[in-house]
């Protein structure tokens, strides 16, 4: 190639990769950040980072003829080409050693949208793995083994209790139903203590979303007696409707062609060891997924909230048609994890919201908590334990007799 020709071609390069490092600087940039997410402001050394590389990127495009300017854009440009690949193979090598700190799935994926963050935590941790006893072919898990006899696998207690003639209220939920309190704690028992003739079912399965607690419900309801039907909802539960993997594989509900919803994902295996060992991840490079997800944590993206909003407003529809077509009342009872006690964030103000569109009523446990903290002196840390987030006996109790309350003002007795 001609000296002149060289020269041109070298130029046309510098001219790229300057244009590249200007778009680089745009994209990180908070008024571009702010126009594709809710970001309303960003890290100011991620505003050094955006300057730093609209300034080099310029600087090589107009200055590209000079020698100086060529030889740092040569090194730069080999730099960012070299250091990917070893920094990758270096990230992996990591991830080989047990006690290695890189093995946090919480560095490559959100822990509340994304089925990467479970596969990696289950890989890496093993012991959470779920009990093949334990897992049911289309919710997931259940509250105890899943057996000929039941096939739901629903604590014994409740079985029992589904055949009581007294009148009924069933509560449907996740943990929180429960909390981490000794079983007379429990929020159904403790209801039921305040009421003089009504049986108060636990219906409640660990770890479960909203669409779980939904499928829980249509699965229950023709075998109880007319109950009155109480559906408790922590706020992390609408997120957790997105995933198709949590505490164990876990069925995924989708719309389908039509605007219909589907459910995908099932039947699940019951032995998921295998999945977990070698299961496929959405990403092919741990460095771009742990980039991507400490930018996305700087910025205060939240990932996949219209996807979640869109879901969770068809659990809850399906929720009330069934409870209104089958002459159900329905009474919602919103949990809160220990954070969100101090705030509030898009989930409490989307359910309450929706709750509120579709006429349902609810009880709402942040102001019964926080009012026990008032008149008692104690603070919110206290009504949690704080190894896992859950309520214990006393948030219970003062949740349980606000619940009952509610009942009895209902006519429940």
Same mark, same amino acid.
């Given at each position: 190639?001609?000296?002149?020709?060289?020269?041109?071609?070298?130029?046309?390069?510098?001219?790229?990769?300057?244009?590249?490092?200007?778009?680089?600087?745009?994209?990180?940039?908070?008024?571009?950040?702010?126009?594709?997410?809710?970001?309303?402001?960003?890290?100011?050394?991620?505003?050094?980072?955006?300057?730093?590389?609209?300034?080099?990127? *310029?600087?090589?495009?107009?200055?590209?003829?000079? !020698?100086?300017?060529?030889?740092?854009?040569?090194?730069?440009?080999?730099?960012?080409?070299?250091? !990917?690949?070893?920094?990758?193979?270096? %990230?992996?090598?990591?991830?080989?050693?047990?006690?290695?700190?890189?093995?946090?799935?919480?560095?490559?994926?959100?822990?509340?949208?994304?089925? @990467?963050?479970?596969?990696?935590?289950?890989?890496?941790? /093993? !012991?959470?793995?779920?009990?093949?006893?334990?897992?049911?072919?289309?919710?997931?898990?259940?509250?105890?083994?899943?057996?000929?006899?039941?096939?739901?696998?629903?604590?014994?207690?409740?079985?029992?209790?589904?055949?009581?003639?007294?009148?009924?209220?069933?509560?449907?939920?996740?943990?929180?139903?429960?909390?981490?309190?000794?079983?007379? $704690?429990?929020? /159904?028992?403790?209801?039921?203590?305040?009421?003089?003739?009504?049986?108060?079912?636990? %219906?409640?399965?660990?770890?479960?979303?909203? @669409?779980?607690?939904?499928?829980?419900?249509?699965?229950?309801?023709?075998?109880?007696?007319? /109950?009155?039907?109480?559906?408790?909802?922590?706020?992390?539960d609408i997120d957790r409707a997105i995933l198709s993997?949590?505490?164990? +594989?876990?069925?995924?509900?989708?719309?389908?062609?039509?605007?219909?919803?589907?459910?995908?994902?099932? !039947?699940?295996?019951? $032995?998921?060891?295998?999945?977990?060992?070698?299961?496929?991840?959405?990403?092919?490079?741990?460095?771009?997924?742990?980039?991507?997800?400490?930018?996305? +944590? %700087?910025?205060?993206?939240? /990932?996949?909230?219209?996807?979640?909003?869109?879901?969770?407003?068809?659990?809850?529809?399906?929720?009330?048609?069934?409870?209104?077509?089958?002459?159900?009342?329905?009474?919602?009872?919103?949990?809160?994890?220990?954070?969100?006690?101090?705030?509030?964030?898009?989930?409490?103000?989307?359910?309450?919201?929706?709750?509120?569109?579709?006429?349902?009523?609810?009880?709402?446990?942040?102001?019964?908590? %926080?009012?026990?903290?008032?008149?008692?002196?104690?603070?919110?840390?206290?009504?949690?334990?704080?190894? @896992?987030?859950?309520?214990?006996?006393?948030?219970?109790?003062?949740?349980?007799?606000?619940?009952? *309350?509610?009942?009895?003002?209902?006519?429940?007795?």
């Amino acid at each position: 190639m001609y000296p002149r020709a060289r020269q041109q071609a070298g130029s046309r390069l510098l001219v790229i990769w300057g244009a590249f490092l200007v778009v680089a600087g745009f994209a990180t940039n908070q008024w571009v950040l702010s126009c594709w997410s809710e970001v309303q402001s960003s890290p100011s050394w991620l505003q050094v980072v955006s300057w730093t590389l609209l300034g080099i990127g *310029a600087t090589t495009i107009l200055l590209r003829r000079r !020698p100086i300017v060529q030889k740092l854009s040569v090194a730069m440009f080999a730099a960012c080409v070299v250091s !990917p690949p070893v920094a990758e193979l270096a %990230l992996r090598i990591s991830l080989k050693v047990e006690s290695s700190p890189t093995r946090n799935a919480n560095l490559y994926a959100d822990y509340y949208s994304e089925d @990467d963050y479970w596969i990696l935590h289950l890989r890496w941790f /093993p !012991p959470w793995v779920p009990s093949p006893a334990r897992v049911h072919p289309e919710l997931g898990w259940s509250q105890a083994n899943v057996t000929a006899e039941n096939p739901l696998g629903l604590y014994q207690k409740t079985i029992d209790r589904m055949r009581d003639p007294r009148p009924q209220v069933a509560f449907y939920g996740d943990s929180y139903v429960a909390g981490s309190a000794p079983e007379p $704690d429990h929020i /159904p028992a403790w209801i039921e203590q305040q009421l003089e003739d009504t049986v108060v079912l636990d %219906l409640g399965v660990h770890g479960y979303g909203t @669409d779980q607690i939904g499928m829980m419900f249509q699965r229950t309801h023709a075998s109880l007696h007319h /109950p009155l039907v109480v559906i408790g909802v922590m706020l992390w539960d609408i997120d957790r409707a997105i995933l198709s993997v949590r505490t164990g +594989k876990k069925p995924r509900l989708v719309f389908g062609e039509r605007g219909n919803v589907t459910v995908t994902g099932v !039947p699940i295996e019951r $032995d998921q060891h295998e999945f977990f060992a070698s299961g496929p991840l959405s990403f092919s490079s741990y460095v771009l997924a742990l980039v991507r997800t400490r930018v996305r +944590k %700087l910025v205060g993206q939240e /990932p996949k909230c219209g996807e979640k909003k869109a879901l969770n407003r068809s659990i809850l529809e399906a929720e009330v048609g069934l409870a209104r077509a089958n002459d159900l009342d329905l009474v919602y009872v919103i949990f809160y994890p220990p954070a969100a006690l101090r705030g509030t964030d898009w989930r409490e103000e989307w359910l309450k919201d929706e709750l509120n569109r579709l006429g349902v009523p609810f009880v709402d446990t942040k102001p019964l908590l %926080l009012e026990h903290c008032k008149k008692t002196g104690a603070t919110v840390d206290t009504l949690y334990v704080q190894a @896992d987030g859950h309520h214990n006996a006393a948030a219970n109790h003062v949740i349980g007799d606000g619940v009952a *309350a509610y009942l009895r003002g209902r006519g429940v007795r």
